[in-house]
């Protein structure tokens, strides 16, 4: 359930806010290029405008008219040097028109708008005049709007994360009620069966040694079998359910690891298999120490049960800068890949024509176990196969 509601937040949150962020891009492109074609329209209208009359009373009458909202100056040049500027507009202090014209002569460029994010003045070069337009403002203009765009594009994503949140709860909450009830049904149901299983097994022990022995045997078997499925149904739905943090106390991981490989030690000589040991002393490590315990029991007893003849499982256990990496290494036949993430799974089998009742086989409820528990100490599990050997690897945060 935790996958689905992280896919649906996700899905939610990326959609809405690629719409926004869609949206307040296409506003600052609009508004640059209205800027853009502003400064152009009026370096081209100062070059439609300029009189050919040369008489003084027309040229007294250009030189005189006002541009509005943009600062504008006309370059007079004569013999390629700087005749007279004459400004259209209110002159700003700052804004070095000598300067600036004296770098637009030399500029092999007729024309130059440029960047207005960054560029300081635009110009339009003649072969007598220069129209150059100082375009600080609107470098101010544009960059106070793609701040202000930052800014509400951050308060709006904290606003979209809240909303995305509330949906994907109303999204899923159907699917977590079924979930949540399919749990009660487990764990009710296997509370159910531990009585009446209990009676089988108990009359089963009054009735051996008579004549019916193999029969007796049989329910013996299939009854312990099915004991061992309901316990682990309990199990799984108790670590699903999450575990009270307050459980959880500082042990040496380090001891459990290695009375559980020693404990496995005899299991492992009856098959024909040995088990070593890398572990590092001394390890430490917030826990419920009977999850941890059970994580490596799961793990080295699949090892075993799928480790060729002759062949020795390994066992690693190092801590690094922020995690304790634990890995369960045997020789045997390779997972294949598309199963390396399904095997974890409940009651997922990897050769699915395997008769149920083979007991060698396992429950198909180990791996989903283990899972759990990893999950609920805030860590990793992952399964691989290469080179003729399995890996299991644990890492705990």
Same mark, same amino acid.
């Given at each position: 359930?935790?996958?689905?509601?992280?896919? !649906?937040?996700?899905?939610?949150?990326?959609?809405?806010?690629? %719409?926004?962020?869609?949206?307040?891009?296409?506003?600052?492109?609009?508004?640059?290029?209205?800027?853009?074609?502003?400064?152009?329209?009026?370096?081209?209208?100062?070059?439609?405008?300029?009189?050919?009359?040369?008489?003084?009373?027309?040229?007294?009458?250009?030189?005189?008219?006002?541009?509005?909202? +943009?600062?504008?100056?006309?370059? #007079?040049?004569?013999?390629?040097?700087?005749?007279?500027?004459? =400004?259209?507009?209110?002159?700003? =202090?700052?804004?070095?028109? @000598?300067?600036?014209?004296? &770098?637009?002569?030399?500029?092999?460029?007729?024309?130059?708008?440029?960047?207005?994010?960054?560029?300081? +003045?635009?110009?339009?070069?003649?072969?007598?005049?220069?129209?150059?337009?100082? !375009?600080?403002?609107?470098?101010?203009?544009?960059?106070? /709007?793609?701040?202000?765009?930052?800014?509400?594009?951050?308060? /709006?994503?904290?606003?979209?994360? %809240?909303?995305?949140?509330?949906?994907?709860?109303?999204?899923?909450?159907?699917?977590?009620?079924? %979930?949540?009830?399919?749990?009660?049904?487990?764990?009710?149901?296997?509370?159910?069966?531990?009585?009446?299983?209990?009676?089988?097994?108990? *009359?089963?022990?009054? /009735? =051996?040694?008579? *004549?019916?022995?193999?029969?007796?045997?049989?329910?013996? +078997?299939?009854?312990?079998?099915?004991?061992?499925?309901?316990?682990?149904?309990?199990?799984?739905?108790?670590?699903?359910?999450?575990?009270?943090? &307050? /459980? +959880?106390?500082?042990?040496?991981?380090?001891?459990?690891?290695?009375?559980?490989?020693? !404990?496995?030690?005899?299991?492992?000589?009856?098959?024909?298999?040995?088990?070593?040991? @890398?572990?590092?002393?001394?390890?430490?490590?917030?826990?419920?120490?009977?999850?941890?315990?059970?994580?490596?029991?799961?793990?080295?007893?699949?090892?075993?049960?799928?480790?060729?003849?002759?062949?020795?499982?390994?066992?690693?256990?190092?801590?690094?800068?922020?995690?304790?990496?634990?890995?369960?290494?045997?020789?045997?036949?390779?997972?294949?890949?598309?199963?390396?993430?399904?095997?974890?799974?409940?009651?997922?089998?990897?050769?699915?024509?395997?008769?149920?009742?083979?007991?060698? #086989?396992?429950?198909?409820?180990?791996?989903?176990?283990?899972?759990?528990?990893?999950?609920?100490?805030?860590?990793?599990?992952?399964?691989?196969?290469?080179?003729?050997? !399995?890996?299991?690897?644990?890492?705990?945060?």
């Amino acid at each position: 359930m935790k996958k689905l509601n992280r896919k !649906t937040f996700f899905t939610i949150f990326l959609l809405i806010s690629a %719409f926004l962020i869609v949206g307040i891009v296409l506003y600052n492109v609009q508004n640059y290029k209205r800027e853009y074609d502003n400064v152009e329209r009026n370096l081209n209208k100062i070059n439609r405008m300029m009189p050919e009359d040369r008489s003084d009373h027309i040229h007294k009458e250009f030189d005189n008219m006002i541009i509005m909202d +943009y600062e504008v100056y006309t370059v #007079y040049l004569n013999n390629n040097e700087i005749d007279k500027i004459v =400004s259209h507009s209110n002159s700003t =202090s700052d804004f070095n028109i @000598d300067s600036i014209a004296n &770098q637009v002569l030399k500029s092999s460029k007729s024309t130059s708008i440029g960047n207005l994010y960054i560029n300081k +003045y635009s110009y339009n070069k003649m072969t007598n005049t220069i129209v150059i337009i100082n !375009t600080k403002n609107i470098n101010s203009k544009l960059t106070k /709007l793609l701040v202000i765009s930052a800014i509400l594009l951050v308060l /709006l994503e904290v606003i979209i994360y %809240f909303i995305s949140k509330l949906i994907t709860d109303w999204i899923t909450k159907p699917a977590h009620d079924s %979930f949540k009830k399919q749990k009660e049904f487990i764990a009710d149901a296997s509370h159910e069966l531990k009585t009446p299983l209990s009676i089988i097994m108990a *009359s089963s022990d009054e /009735l =051996s040694g008579t *004549s019916n022995q193999k029969y007796i045997d049989n329910i013996k +078997y299939e009854s312990d079998r099915m004991n061992k499925l309901i316990t682990n149904l309990l199990d799984l739905s108790k670590l699903e359910n999450g575990i009270n943090k &307050q /459980l +959880y106390k500082n042990e040496n991981i380090s001891k459990i690891v290695n009375k559980i490989c020693l !404990t496995f030690e005899s299991v492992a000589y009856e098959k024909s298999v040995g088990i070593d040991t @890398d572990i590092e002393d001394d390890i430490n490590y917030k826990c419920i120490k009977e999850d941890i315990e059970k994580l490596l029991s799961i793990l080295i007893d699949n090892a075993v049960k799928h480790s060729y003849k002759d062949t020795n499982i390994k066992v690693i256990m190092h801590k690094k800068k922020n995690s304790i990496n634990i890995e369960v290494i045997n020789s045997g036949d390779a997972i294949k890949k598309e199963d390396e993430k399904k095997i974890f799974e409940r009651f997922y089998r990897v050769d699915k024509s395997r008769n149920r009742s083979d007991n060698r #086989y396992g429950l198909g409820l180990g791996l989903a176990i283990a899972k759990s528990i990893v999950i609920n100490h805030n860590g990793s599990i992952e399964a691989t196969s290469s080179s003729g050997k !399995t890996v299991f690897k644990v890492v705990l945060k």
